[in-house]
């Protein structure tokens, strides 16, 4: 690495708080214990944050006093509802919860930063710091903003990232455009008549009626996407039933739909709903479609995208840099802080088990790199 900017003290610190908040994760909008840990250290760093924000929010400015650019710096906090198998010393001890998505190292990361440019601050502008909750459910940077945070802590720019099992260790992926898919997080409700199994004449059954929806969206993209475009929808719960010789009153199914182009996103929706009115008509169940969350895709702006670039290859080296990886098919309400104001997402590669995996865990070599890619830019950008 050419030039890692960040001291050997403050990787043991970052390392010491992820570890913490590994131990402790908390789900979207629950991040209260974690709120309350960056609070702490970004005012031990001297720093006057804003708590509460979008519920669980945290930001704070470090203010050179002159003119310049604004330069915001992102990070999500929340974990996933699932158990961890890493067998860590510092794994989760909160049963059904788990870091096993690197948020933790993401906030690590950025606190790191925080504490360096506290330090050190920048001779011109000023640097935005965001702890955003929620990015699981994609409705924290939402919140977020709804709570006033483009007026009360606006950026000129913003950039954040993300682990990636998917690259190499010592690998940067960046480029403009789109870069992660948008989604829709929606959720079906079939209702019919419930009764006795032997009789299900009498009934209108609703799991059926569910089980042949899920059956019909599997085929809607092979049947109504162009093959040239990035699309795919899922089902990724099915709920219905008691008991073996009860036909319930409710089923539901819930999932997600994503696609690059906006375009596609609304037609995968359309025959979404299409198919539930559909099964509705042949079933005589009432069949009802709600959009749970909406995420565009997150665009990197070009010009953002060259500052970026510019500080990964100065932390990794030129040859560290990853410019011609494809769209990824995740997503990440970051997207709508990059409509917000131009900005670049950016995706550090570690060698672990793929992300919402229970194997999975964050690379602590990561945090050096991450920050001191955040310090190399506010650097190059505000001096």
Same mark, same amino acid.
């Given at each position: 690495?050419?030039?890692?900017?960040i001291?050997?003290?403050?990787?043991?610190?970052?390392?010491?708080?992820?570890?913490e908040?590994?131990?402790?994760?908390?789900?979207?909008?629950?991040?209260?214990?974690?709120?309350?840990?960056?609070?702490?250290?970004?005012?031990?760093?001297?720093?006057?944050?804003?708590?509460?924000?979008?519920?669980?929010?945290v930001?704070?400015?470090?203010?050179?006093?002159?003119?310049?650019?604004?330069?915001?710096?992102?990070?999500?906090?929340?974990?996933?509802?699932?158990?961890?198998?890493?067998?860590?010393?510092?794994?989760?001890?909160?049963?059904?919860?788990?870091?096993?998505?690197?948020?933790?190292?993401? &906030? /690590?990361? $950025?606190? =790191? #930063?925080? +504490?360096h440019l506290?330090?050190?601050?920048?001779?011109?502008?000023?640097?935005? @710091?965001?702890?955003?909750?929620?990015?699981e459910?994609?409705?924290?940077?939402?919140?977020?903003?709804?709570?006033?945070?483009?007026?009360?802590?606006?950026?000129?720019?913003?950039?954040?990232?993300?682990?990636?099992p998917?690259?190499?260790?010592?690998q940067?992926?960046?480029?403009?455009?789109?870069?992660?898919?948008?989604?829709?997080?929606?959720?079906?409700?079939?209702?019919?008549?419930?009764?006795?199994?032997?009789?299900?004449?009498?009934?209108?059954?609703?799991?059926?009626?569910?089980?042949?929806?899920?059956?019909?969206?599997?085929?809607?993209?092979?049947?109504?996407?162009?093959?040239?475009?990035?699309?795919?929808?899922?089902?990724?719960?099915?709920?219905?039933?008691?008991?073996?010789?009860?036909?319930?009153? &409710? /089923?539901? $199914?819930? =999932? #997600?739909? +994503?696609?690059?182009?906006?375009?596609?996103?609304?037609?995968?929706?359309?025959? @979404?709903?299409?198919?539930?009115?559909?099964?509705?008509?042949?079933?005589?169940?009432r069949?009802?479609?709600?959009?749970?969350?909406?995420?565009?895709?997150?665009?990197?702006?070009p010009?953002?995208?060259?500052?970026?670039?510019?500080?990964c290859?100065?932390?990794?080296?030129?040859?560290?840099?990853?410019?011609?990886?494809?769209?990824?098919?995740?997503?990440?309400?970051?997207?709508?802080?990059?409509?917000?104001?131009?900005?670049?997402?950016?995706?550090?590669g570690?060698?672990?088990?793929?992300?919402h995996?229970?194997?999975?865990?964050?690379?602590?070599?990561?945090?050096?790199?991450?920050?001191?890619?955040?310090?190399?830019?506010?650097?190059?950008?505000?001096?």
């Amino acid at each position: 690495m050419n030039d890692m900017t960040i001291a050997p003290t403050l990787a043991e610190a970052m390392t010491g708080w992820r570890h913490e908040m590994h131990r402790n994760p908390e789900l979207a909008f629950e991040e209260r214990w974690t709120s309350a840990f960056v609070l702490d250290r970004l005012r031990e760093f001297g720093l006057d944050p804003v708590g509460g924000l979008g519920g669980t929010g945290v930001a704070a400015i470090v203010d050179s006093g002159r003119p310049g650019p604004s330069i915001a710096l992102r990070a999500d906090m929340d974990a996933l509802p699932m158990e961890e198998q890493t067998g860590a010393d510092y794994r989760s001890t909160r049963s059904g919860v788990s870091h096993s998505c690197g948020h933790d190292g993401h &906030t /690590a990361a $950025l606190l =790191g #930063t925080a +504490r360096h440019l506290a330090e050190h601050p920048p001779k011109t502008g000023r640097v935005v @710091l965001i702890f955003q909750p929620a990015e699981e459910n994609g409705k924290g940077a939402r919140a977020m903003i709804a709570d006033g945070l483009l007026e009360n802590f606006a950026f000129d720019e913003v950039y954040g990232f993300h682990n990636m099992p998917l690259l190499d260790p010592g690998q940067a992926g960046i480029r403009p455009g789109a870069v992660l898919n948008g989604y829709i997080v929606w959720e079906v409700t079939v209702t019919g008549l419930g009764g006795h199994g032997a009789a299900f004449y009498k009934a209108i059954d609703p799991l059926q009626a569910a089980a042949r929806l899920a059956v019909e969206i599997s085929s809607i993209v092979g049947r109504y996407v162009d093959p040239a475009q990035a699309a795919l929808i899922n089902v990724g719960s099915l709920q219905a039933g008691t008991n073996h010789n009860i036909i319930p009153e &409710t /089923a539901r $199914l819930s =999932g #997600t739909l +994503r696609a690059v182009e906006p375009e596609v996103q609304a037609l995968l929706f359309d025959r @979404l709903e299409k198919a539930c009115a559909g099964i509705a008509e042949m079933t005589g169940c009432r069949v009802e479609c709600t959009k749970l969350a909406e995420v565009p895709p997150c665009v990197n702006a070009p010009v953002a995208v060259e500052h970026a670039a510019r500080a990964c290859a100065a932390v990794l080296g030129e040859g560290g840099i990853v410019a011609d990886h494809p769209a990824y098919p995740f997503t990440d309400d970051m997207a709508l802080l990059l409509q917000a104001a131009p900005g670049a997402y950016l995706f550090l590669g570690q060698d672990s088990a793929m992300c919402h995996n229970p194997d999975y865990d964050f690379d602590d070599a990561l945090l050096p790199v991450a920050s001191g890619i955040f310090v190399r830019l506010v650097r190059d950008r505000l001096g």
